[in-house]
C-alpha cells in the first residue's frame, strides 16, 4: 500500500485546525518555515499543502502579508452565458447569491502590435494593431476577475466603439458595440484551464502568488471572421464557474 503523500498530510492537519477552530477565520495560517518545522517536509511540501487549501477556498493570500483562514462560504457562483440576454453585456455577469451584488469594474486600452499568439486567435498577421484593454472586475469590493482583450484596428478604428469604455456604447458587451459597426456576432468559444497564478495576476487579484486560478481563453465570431479574443483568470477558491448554454428544439 502506498503511503499518503507528505503534503496531503500537512494539508489535512491545517483543515483540522480550520474546522476544529484552532485556526478560526481570519486567523494567519503558519508560515512556510513554521510548517517545514513542525512537520518536518520541506519547503516544496508546505507550499504545495498550503495551495490545496486556496483551492478548496479555506484560505487566501493577502499579497506581502501572508495566507489567512476565510470566513466559511461556498464559492460564489460566475455565470458564463451565451443566451442573447447576456451575451450583449459585460464578460462578468456574477451569478445569483440572494441578495444584489455590486459589480464595478476597471479598464486600461491601448493600441498595440499584436502578438504572434494574438495575431494568430484573431486571424492577423504578426504585428497588426490592436486594440488591447485590462480589465478589472470587482463584486462588492472584492476582486472576482481581471482580463486581457483585443481587438483588430482594422475592424474597428475610426469607429465610435473602437475605445470599450468610452463613446455611444461606453461599458457595452462586445456584441452590442459590434453591432452598432453593422458586426453581427453569433457565436463565442471558450476553453477553460486550471494553473497556478503568475506573480503579476496574483497581485492584480490580491491572492497569494501561486495560488490555483482558473484561466479562460474566449473568442468571439462573426461568421468565420475572429472580432475580439481574450484571456480572463479568475480565483479557484472565490468562484465557480457556471455554463449557460441556450437550447431550441
Known amino acids: 500500500m502506498s503511503e499518503t503523500p507528505a503534503y496531503l498530510r500537512v494539508a489535512e492537519a491545517l483543515r483540522r485546525r480550520i474546522h476544529d477552530g484552532g485556526l478560526p477565520p481570519g486567523s494567519r495560517l503558519p508560515s512556510r518555515a513554521e510548517l517545514v518545522r513542525a512537520h518536518g517536509v520541506g519547503p ?30 461556498e464559492p460564489r457562483p460566475m455565470v458564463r452565458s451565451w443566451h442573447d440576454g447576456r451575451l450583449g453585456g459585460s464578460p462578468y455577469v456574477p451569478g445569483e447569491t440572494g441578495r444584489e451584488a455590486h459589480s464595478s469594474r476597471d479598464c486600461v486600452s491601448a493600441t498595440v502590435p499584436a502578438t504572434a499568439e494574438v495575431a494568430e486567435r484573431l486571424g492577423l498577421a504578426a504585428g497588426e494593431p490592436v486594440m488591447c484593454s485590462e480589465y478589472t472586475f470587482r463584486t462588492d469590493g472584492e476582486r472576482g476577475m481581471i482580463s486581457t482583450s483585443w481587438e483588430p484596428l482594422a475592424l474597428t478604428g475610426g469607429t465610435p466603439v473602437a475605445l470599450p469604455e468610452a463613446g455611444p456604447l461606453a461599458g457595452h458587451g462586445v456584441v452590442a458595440r459590434m453591432a452598432h459597426i453593422g458586426v453581427r456576432v453569433d457565436r463565442a468559444a471558450e476553453a477553460v484551464t486550471a494553473r497556478a497564478a ?47 448554454f441556450p437550447v431550441s428544439g
Request: no cysteine.
Open 44 to 73: 516544496n511540501v508546505a507550499i504545495s499543502a498550503v495551495r490545496l487549501l486556496m483551492a478548496e477556498g479555506l484560505v487566501h493570500g493577502r499579497v506581502g502579508s501572508g495566507v489567512y483562514v476565510r470566513e466559511p462560504s
Open 198 to 244: 503568475t506573480p503579476a495576476e496574483a497581485s492584480r487579484l490580491g491572492i497569494q502568488a501561486g495560488g490555483p486560478v482558473q484561466a479562460l481563453q474566449r473568442t468571439y465570431y462573426a461568421g468565420d471572421r475572429a472580432v475580439e479574443t481574450a484571456d480572463l483568470t479568475v480565483p479557484a477558491g472565490r468562484f465557480r464557474l457556471v455554463y449557460e
